[in-house]
Nanobody, 124 residues
Framework: QVQLVESGGGLVQAGGSLRLSCAASGTIFSINAMSWHRQAPGKQRELVAR??????????IYADSVKGRFTISRDNAKNTVYLQMDSLKPDDTAVYYCAADIRISILRTPYEYWGQGTQVTVSS
């Protein structure tokens, strides 16, 4: 019914940039908050950034480790969330997942859907 598909991952040198995209498709009535998470080998999944559904771009929060380097944004017309990652560090290496609180009809409560993940590798 609902799919989230990430793209944009890859291999980059330290100091470089990548832009991740995540597009939601399927039966969608509305999308509330959208977010990016990451999981490095042997570590727990952590929140990277989150953006609300408010007008004028929505409010955002970031993990302390990425503040000033990553920027989350969304295009509501395209049901898409982005993560611009600059000044990348080897510690940013992880599988990155997007998530979205989606309501599939006015009668249903929002449910959090997840993408399949995209690998980001930062070499030193």
């Amino acid at each position: 019914q609902v799919q989230l598909v990430e793209s944009g991952g890859g291999l980059v040198q330290a100091g470089g940039s990548l832009r991740l995209s995540c597009a939601a498709s399927g039966t969608i009535f509305s999308i509330n908050a959208m977010s990016w998470h990451r999981q490095a080998p042997g570590k727990q999944r952590e929140l990277v950034a989150r953006i609300s559904s408010g007008g004028s771009g929505g409010s955002t929060i970031y993990a302390d480790s990425v503040k000033g380097r990553f920027t989350i944004s969304r295009d509501n017309a395209k049901n898409t969330v982005y993560l611009q990652m600059d000044s990348l560090k080897p510690d940013d290496t992880a599988v990155y997942y997007c998530a979205a609180d989606i309501r599939i009809s006015i009668l249903r409560t929002p449910y959090e859907y997840w993408g399949q993940g995209t690998q980001v590798t930062v070499s030193s």
